[in-house]
C-alpha cells in the first residue's frame, strides 16, 4: 500500500472518532513524507500540531497504521511544508470550506439549510421504523399532520445515538416543505450561545421577536439550558408566546423533563403538559434494517451474513451502528473488494476496541460534573454540599468500572479521600442500581457521556 492510501486510511479512522472541528484542527494539511522499515515520517505545518500529535493522538494513529502495516512501530512527526494536494483530493469540501470548519460538528455532506437550520438528510423515507422508536415516531407524524394543535409541546427523550435528532428535524424538513411556514431548528447549546450573544449586543428583543415569529420552534438536547437563568427565561417566554398561538413547539432531551436537574418548575410543567415520547436501543431485526437503509446509494452490496455480524455486535447506538458500517465501507473502497466474515471481524475489533472506548479519568468525572450540572470543583473537592454526595459516589464507581484507577487513587483525585470511603460508595452504587430502576437509567447515561465526550 502507498503512503499516500496508508494516511488516507487513518485520516478516514480519525475522522470517524473525532469531530469536524477537531479533526480538521489537528489533520488538516498532515501527509507520510516518508518511511522505512519501522517507521514513518508524517509532515505536521507547526509545532504546535506536532505537540499535539505526539502527546494525544500517537497512539491512536499508530494504531490505526498497525492494522494495515504492523511492520511500523513509531512515528516521526516533522514541521514542514504541508502536501495540500493530497488532502484536498480527498476531503476537499473539509479543505475548501474552511468558514464552516471551526464552527460545525456536522458531516462533510451535510446540507444544512440556511434559514431553517435544518439537515436534509433527516427525513421520515429515511428512518426506519421499530418497537424501540414506535410511539416517537407515530408522535412526529402526528404533529406533521396537524402542527401546534395535536401534541404541543413534543418531548423526545432517551440515550445518545437513537435517532432523537434525525426524527425531530424529519418533522421539520416536512413542514417547511411548505414555504409559507416559518420553521427554526436550534440545539440548546447553540440557542444559549445566541442568547448571550444578544444581551452582550442588547439585541435581545429582536431575537425574542424573530422566535416569536416561527410556526414551528424545535429545540434540540434541551438538557443544556439546565441552570441557565436566562435562557430558561427566553425559552419560558418564547414558549409561551408560540403556545399561546397554537404555534408548534418540538424539544428534545436525554431524559425526560423531571429528570433534568436544575430546570425552574415552571418549564419543566410545561414541557410535561403536551406529548412525551421516548427512543430506546433497536432490536437485532431494526438494526438490520436500519443497516440496509444506511447503504442505499452507497454503491456497495454486503451479505446478510455480514449485516448480521454487524448489527448483532453493535447494540446500544445507532450512531455506532452507522460507525462500523463505514469502517466496512472504506475498507471495501481501499481495497477494493466486499471485507469476507473474517475481515469484518478483524475491522470491528479495531473499531469496537480503542481508540474508539477508551476514556480517561477526566472524562469520567467531567462527565458526571455536566450530568448534574455541578461543577467539577465542587464535585472533586471536600465540599460538603448536599447535592454533591451522590454524583460524587456515583464518580467513584464509574472511575472503579471505566478506568484502571484502584480505590485509593480514586480517592485522590477526588479530595483525597480515605480508599475505604471509596470502597464504600462502590458498594453502595453497585448496590442500589441493581433494584433502583432509574438510577441504573442514569449510570448509562453518563457512561455514554463518557465514551461520546472522548474527543472534547
Ligand atoms: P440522537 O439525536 O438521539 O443522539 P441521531 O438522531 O443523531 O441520535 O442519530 C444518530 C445516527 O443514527 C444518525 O445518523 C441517524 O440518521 C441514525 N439513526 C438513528 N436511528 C435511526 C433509524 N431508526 N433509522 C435510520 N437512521 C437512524
Ligand atoms: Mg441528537
Known amino acids: 500500500m502507498s503512503n499516500e492510501e496508508l494516511w488516507k486510511a487513518v485520516l478516514g479512522e480519525m475522522e470517524l472518532t473525532l469531530s469536524r472541528a477537531n479533526f480538521t484542527t489537528w489533520f488538516k494539511n498532515t501527509t507520510i513524507v516518508g518511511r522505512d522499515k519501522n517507521y514513518l515520517i508524517v509532515s505536521v505545518p507547526n509545532g504546535f500540531i506536532k505537540e499535539w500529535l505526539e502527546n494525544k493522538f500517537n497512539k491512536k494513529i499508530l494504531q490505526s497504521i498497525r492494522v494495515i502495516a504492523p511492520e511500523i512501530r513509531e512515528i516521526r512527526y516533522s514541521i514542514g511544508k504541508p502536501k495540500v494536494e493530497l488532502i484536498k483530493q480527498d476531503f476537499s469540501k473539509m479543505v475548501l470550506d474552511k468558514e464552516l470548519e471551526d464552527k460545525s460538528d456536522q458531516p ?10 435544518l439537515n436534509k438528510k433527516y427525513s421520515f423515507e429515511s428512518f426506519v421504523i421499530g418497537s424501540n422508536n414506535e410511539l416517537a415516531h407515530a408522535a412526529c407524524v402526528g404533529v406533521t399532520k396537524n402542527i401546534g394543535r395535536l401534541y404541543n409541546p413534543l418531548f423526545l427523550y432517551g440515550g445518545v445515538g437513537l435517532g432523537k435528532t434525525h426524527l425531530i428535524q424529519a418533522v421539520g424538513n416536512k413542514i417547511s416543505e411548505n414555504k409559507d411556514r416559518k420553521v427554526l431548528y436550534i440545539p440548546a447549546e447553540r440557542f444559549t450561545a445566541q442568547i448571550v450573544e444578544a444581551i452582550l449586543n442588547k439585541t435581545i428583543e429582536d431575537l425574542k421577536t424573530q422566535y416569536a415569529k416561527l410556526d414551528l420552534l424545535i429545540i434540540d438536547d434541551i438538557q443544556f439550558i439546565a441552570g441557565k437563568v436566562k435562557a430558561q427565561e427566553i425559552v419560558f417566554s418564547t414558549f409561551n408566546e408560540l403556545y399561546g398561538r397554537n404555534k408548534q413547539i418540538i424539544l428534545s432531551s436525554d431524559r425526560p423533563p423531571k429528570a433534568i436537574p436544575t430546570l425552574e418548575e415552571r418549564l419543566r410543567s410545561r414541557f ?27 454503491n456497495i452490496e454486503l451479505s446478510e451474513d455480514i449485516l448480521g455480524y454487524i448489527a448483532t455486535h453493535i447494540q446500544k447506538n445507532v450512531r455506532e451502528l452507522e460507525g462500523a458500517l463505514n469502517r466496512v465501507i472504506a475498507f471495501s473502497q481501499i481495497y477494493n473488494k466486499i471485507p469476507d466474515i473474517k475481515e469484518t471481524k478483524n475491522i470491528l475489533n479495531t473499531y469496537l476496541s480503542a481508540p474508539y472506548r477508551k476514556t480517561s479519568p477526566q472524562s469520567v468525572l467531567k462527565s458526571v460534573a455536566d450530568f448534574y450540572n455541578i461543577s467539577l470543583a465542587d464535585l472533586v473537592k471536600r465540599s460538603r454540599k448536599k447535592e454533591v454526595v451522590k454524583p460524587r459516589q456515583i464518580a467513584m464507581f464509574l472511575l472503579r468500572e471505566e478506568t484502571k484507577l484502584s480505590f485509593p487513587e480514586i480517592g485522590q483525585k477526588l479530595g483525597g479521600r480515605d480508599h475505604s470511603t471509596v470502597i464504600h460508595a462502590c458498594e453502595k452504587i453497585r448496590s442500589e442500581s441493581a433494584v433502583d430502576e432509574p438510577l441504573k437509567q442514569e449510570l448509562v447515561l453518563i457512561k455514554e457521556r463518557v465514551y461520546s465526550s472522548f474527543d472534547k
Not at 108 to 117: G, L, P, R
Not at 272 to 298: C, F
Request: hydrophobic share 40%.
Open 108 to 117: 462533510f455532506d451535510a446540507e444544512i439549510d440556511k434559514v431553517t437550520n
Open 272 to 298: 410535561e403538559g403536551g406529548m412525551i415520547a421516548d427512543v430506546n436501543s433497536p432490536d437485532l431485526e431494526t438494526r438490520i434494517a436500519i443497516l440496509k437503509q444506511k447503504l442505499i446509494g452507497k
